[in-house]
């Protein structure tokens, strides 16, 4: 049998690169079909490659943080008994379907794609590789998407006390050590450094240098294109408006305190997202998007709601979105908001989840800010910003009283929609908010 090279494959969405994250596996180690060898960042994802051998691994032909094109060969491997002969290629044929050669046992490429899509049998690494993993976690049980949330929070595994039923560490366990220590991160405010100027550093400095470059790839290069293209393509429109959101905490309290919520997190951004849609129906064109043809331009208006969230995520702004939200009930679009969320802070938000978004919700209430202009998601026409909601000085009937207090924004593409369907959506959106009963109609 001979030697197979396995070639980076297109994951999908016809991407044309990927940038070698992390090598699972290291030159000599026995892997299994699809266990996973290399994790890869994509423009829209992070993806986990399954192996479409078994055999022992020969040679790892890309080092890790380089950036290669899709059909370049990433790895060697050995069948076990191989002898010497030409080697074989698998990747993918020239329709994007999975291509094998019919030597080294008929070995095919399974299958590839994000964490839940493929199983993960890890071996343990040779002492080089080992290197490259964070000391403190050596011993801890933990899955890998979980050992991958720790790395991006800043989180050490052995600090954690695990609460899994077999003693493993679990995603919520890692989250409340995140953020316990942001509580105590904050405590003491740090010396400036003596350098004027520097970004966030990708390696340590050489002393005595004042500035550092980020090369700029995967996620943000993908969203530094898309936020230039919108911005001077589309003209934007903003509108703002302040509203008192009581009743909508009033609502999210009893749900949370509701049995039928009580396996699913609750915030004030399901309410708005419930807003948002039910907002769509009464001014369509906000769902709609300018379309250029070769005979011209035209509105597409959508009469579906692919309800995009922006996340801020460790590697960087996804929005994915929820298809289909429109036909979503109360419980199930809270269960779809957690999943999206859950899914966008691990970094496996996979490239459809990115695509086809209608229209976006970005909460910046969540970093305290009350307001703001956002710039609208390419390929829709509106994007809604919800402010922090706190206690504010407020009018009722006449008189002063505390009332929680937020800011609904939103920016526009004026070819699309004019200033009176943007200003109607906006202030039905925060008529939902003031008066969730509205949602019952």
Do not use: C
């Amino acid at each position: 049998m001979s030697t197979q090279t396995f070639v980076l494959p297109d994951v999908g969405e016809g991407l044309t690169e990927a940038e070698i994250v992390q090598w699972r596996v290291a030159a000599g180690e026995t892997v299994a079909v699809n266990d996973v060898i290399v994790e890869i960042e994509t423009a829209k994802s992070l993806v986990e490659l399954p192996s479409p051998f078994a055999g022992t691994v020969g040679e790892l032909l890309v080092p890790e943080g380089t950036t290669v094109a899709v059909g370049a060969p990433i790895i060697t491997i050995d069948p076990v008994g191989a002898a010497d002969a030409s080697p074989a290629v698998v990747g993918h044929s020239e329709h994007g379907e999975p291509a094998a050669s019919d030597e080294g046992g008929g070995a095919v490429l399974v299958g590839y794609g994000t964490g839940g899509a493929v199983a993960s049998r890890r071996r343990p690494r040779t002492p080089e590789a080992s290197q490259q993993q964070v000391r403190a976690s050596v011993g801890v049980v933990a899955k890998p998407p979980i050992r991958k949330l720790a790395r991006d929070l800043g989180v050490d595994l052995s600090a954690v006390t695990p609460t899994g039923p077999s003693g493993e560490v679990t995603r919520d366990d890692v989250l409340a050590q995140a953020s316990q220590a942001s509580v105590f991160r904050n405590l003491q405010t740090p010396e400036l450094p003596e350098v004027r100027e520097q970004t966030i550093p990708v390696a340590v400095p050489p002393a005595g240098d004042r500035e550092e470059t980020i090369p700029v790839k995967g996620v943000r290069k993908a969203t530094a294109s898309g936020m230039v293209r919108s911005a001077y393509t589309a003209p934007h429109v903003s509108v703002w408006t302040d509203v008192d959101a009581t009743r909508t905490m009033e609502l999210v309290k009893r749900l949370k305190a509701s049995p039928d919520f009580a396996d699913i997190k609750v915030s004030p951004l399901l309410i708005v997202a419930r807003a948002v849609i039910w907002a769509v129906r009464r001014t369509p064109m906000v769902n709609a998007a300018w379309v250029d043809t070769d005979n011209g331009a035209e509105i597409r208006v959508r009469n579906y709601v692919n309800l995009g969230i922006a996340a801020a995520t460790p590697r960087g702004l996804l929005v994915p979105n929820i298809k289909d939200a429109q036909d979503l009930s109360m419980r199930d679009l809270a269960r779809a908001l957690e999943r999206l969320t859950v899914t966008a802070r691990e970094g496996k938000t996979s490239p459809a989840d990115q695509q086809g978004g209608t229209i976006t919700i970005t909460n910046i209430g969540v970093f305290g800010m009350d307001a703001g202009t956002p710039i609208i998601n390419p390929g829709e026409s509106g994007i809604i910003a919800m402010g922090t909601i706190r206690q504010k000085p407020w009018v009722v009937d006449g008189e002063v009283r505390p009332r929680f207090v937020t800011t609904v924004s939103g920016s526009f593409d004026h070819r699309v929609i004019d200033g009176d369907g943007m200003s109607r959506f906006v202030a039905d959106v925060a008529s939902v908010l003031e008066e969730p009963a509205l949602l019952l109609d």
